[in-house]
């Protein structure tokens, strides 16, 4: 439910993310409504929520540790994981 199709897609989520939070606080003294109009594209990023954000990055990385992969990318909103077939 809160995870990207890859960790590398999440991880550019998060740099976004950090990336405009840092942007807005910097451009705050200049303009103000700049670093308003910032803050949403942050929350854009996450997808909403940092907290899902962080939770989705949890569940990948414990998932791909149990060497579980994405069948089919998350297209309805939930997305579908699968053991690997063990050899």
């Known amino acids: 439910m809160f995870m990207s ?7 550019a989520r998060g740099a976004i993310c950090l990336a ?7 451009v705050a003294r200049a303009s103000l409504w700049l670093s308003m109009a910032l803050l949403p594209v942050a929350l854009v990023a996450v997808g909403g929520c940092p907290m899902c954000w962080t939770l ?8 791909r540790a149990r060497g579980e992969h ?3 990318p998350c297209d309805d909103g939930g997305c579908a994981w ?5 050899r």
């Open 56 to 63: 989705g990055l949890i569940q990948m990385v414990s998932a």
């Open 82 to 86: 699968a053991p690997q077939s063990r």
């Open 5 to 11: 199709r890859s960790l590398v897609e999440h991880f």
């Open 20 to 26: 405009a939070l840092v942007a807005s606080v910097l």
């Open 70 to 72: 994405l069948e089919e």
